[in-house]
């Protein structure tokens, strides 16, 4: 009779990852969590915005860092020091039990003449038992700006022999000129979408 009870279990045993416990059995997972907080913050770039005569010429990755690390209740105090604010104040609010779990993000961007900067980050905890388990995924992202000009005419005008009479023409001139609000909208967007994009791409070295 037991023989014919664990053929019956075999097909559900399988399905079940090596390693799996009936402790985490059915636990939310940290990759799973940053992976929804990257689908939600990614939008695609639109067209127009990046190439060498639109608003952003070339992206370029300064550091993308994972943070993932198991914290007992005792330490998490100080352990998280180092952390944002926001993320510090978040997860320590687990010790005491008001949340199972908890997420955060946070950015700071400048975008300037020539060029635009994004720092991101996004994270989830998780307190299992006695421990607080963090996923954190951070991301510094640079863009190099397309100058825009202001094209006007302008007219020229000389005096032919002196005195006799004036000629004039007109000539196109270019100005420079700032990013409009709808320009520095779609520069911020671009900035969002390849933070997430880089953000996704260190998603693999996040573990449970």
């Known amino acids: 009779m037991a023989s014919i009870s664990m053929w019956l279990l ?23 969590l940053l ?3 990257i689908r939600s ?29 198991k914290v007992s209740l005792s330490e998490l105090k100080v352990r998280t020091r ?25 950015y700071t961007e400048s975008i300037g003449s020539s060029y635009a900067s994004r720092y991101t980050y996004i994270g989830t905890a998780i307190r299992i038992n006695d421990r607080v388990h963090v996923g954190m995924l ?26 006799l009479w004036k000629k004039c023409k007109n000539k196109q001139v270019r100005e ?15 900035l969002q979408s390849e933070a997430m994009r880089a953000l996704n791409s260190s998603l693999i070295q996040i573990h449970d």
Request: hydrophobic share 40%; aromatic share 10%.
């Open 10 to 32: 075999l097909p559900l045993m399988l399905l079940i990852p090596q390693g799996t416990t009936a402790s985490n059995l059915g636990r939310p997972s940290i990759r799973k």
């Open 35 to 37: 992976a929804i907080q």
């Open 41 to 69: 913050g990614y939008e695609p770039i639109r067209p127009g915005v990046v190439c060498s005569s639109c608003l952003i010429s070339f992206f370029h990755t300064n550091f993308v860092r994972p943070n993932n690390e």
């Open 82 to 106: 180092e952390y944002p604010a926001s993320a510090r104040d978040k997860i320590r609010m687990l010790q005491f039990g008001v949340r199972a779990k908890t997420s955060f993000e946070n």
């Open 138 to 163: 951070s991301a510094d992202i640079g863009a190099y700006l397309v100058q825009k000009y202001r094209v006007f005419n302008k007219q020229e005008c000389w005096r032919v022999l002196w005195i």
């Open 176 to 190: 420079r000129r700032g990013f409009t609000a709808n320009e520095l909208n779609n520069i911020k967007m671009a």
